[in-house]
């Protein structure tokens, strides 16, 4: 069984789409982070960095103690290579997997954060700040559709590059993108979309959180932007 912490943003959604993919057996931990519960420190003792996702295993294939894991890279590899799903075995197709896997977690994701952060959540306009990350996300999604003109997915088969980068491709209109720019990561978009288990994935965020999507508080901004060292002590 995998403990699951988590709250219904991109990177959470990453490891939902990879359980409900291959049917590991989880249970979801809520950690809301507009209340700050990512301060606890129950969750700081496995999440030293105060965000979601992270895991517990506590059938690791070693048979020892449970482990824990933070960062939504490192636990999408760890899963894939636990189940043998999603990260292929040979030489040429893992490094393909995870360089791409490496691209979305030191590219994507976060400009696509700053992005939505400078876009929608700054108190005030900072036209620079919109300018620099609204760019630089369009220019990685130009490097996708230029990598997905002609193949399927990311890296071979669909894999846990493609379920890292997919959530962050979701929120596109508040990146400032359009993605009929982008034909090829578009039919890939739509593809992602129409597995079953995307489906089941971002169901069980409305379960968990039924304002899923929907605009944070100035409460909920106060607690998640601004943050200092103090958070972690
Ligand atoms: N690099 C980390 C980023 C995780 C991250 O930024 N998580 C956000 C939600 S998508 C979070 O927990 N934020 C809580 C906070 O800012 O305090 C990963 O991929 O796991």
């Known amino acids: 069984m995998i403990d699951l912490y988590y709250w219904t943003t991109p990177n959470g959604h990453k490891i939902t789409m990879f359980l409900e993919e291959t049917g ?4 979801i931990v809520p950690v809301n982070i507009g209340k700050g519960e990512q301060f606890k420190p129950e969750f700081l003792a496995i999440a030293p960095n105060n965000r979601i996702p992270a895991i517990v295993d506590k059938e690791p294939a070693d048979g020892g103690e449970p482990i824990s894991l933070f960062e939504s890279g490192a636990i999408l590899l760890y899963l894939a290579e ?12 893992r490094a393909e997997v995870l360089q791409w896997l490496f691209w979305q977690m030191a ?3 976060p400009m696509a954060g700053q992005a939505g952060h400078f876009r929608i959540y700054a108190p005030e306009p900072i036209p620079y700040g919109i300018e620099r990350y609204t760019k630089e996300v369009n220019r990685l999604y130009g ?3 230029k990598r997905l003109a002609d193949r399927e997915f990311l890296a071979g088969d669909y894999s846990i590059a493609d379920m890292a980068s997919y959530p962050w491709i979701v929120p ?5 993108q359009n993605l009929d720019d982008f034909p090829h990561l578009k039919r890939w978009f739509e593809a992602i979309k129409a597995r079953p288990a995307t489906a089941r994935a971002y169901a069980k965020a409305s379960e968990v959180n039924p304002d899923a999507g ?6 909920e901004k106060k607690v998640l932007f601004g943050q200092t060292a103090t958070v972690v002590r």
């Open 107 to 109: 590219g994507l994701g």
């Open 172 to 176: 596109y209109e508040r990146h400032g």
């Open 214 to 219: 929907k605009p944070i508080s100035e409460e």
């Open 82 to 93: 636990k189940t043998g799903r999603f990260l292929p075995t040979d030489l040429r197709g």
């Open 143 to 145: 490097v996708m559709n």
């Open 24 to 27: 590991l057996p989880y249970r």
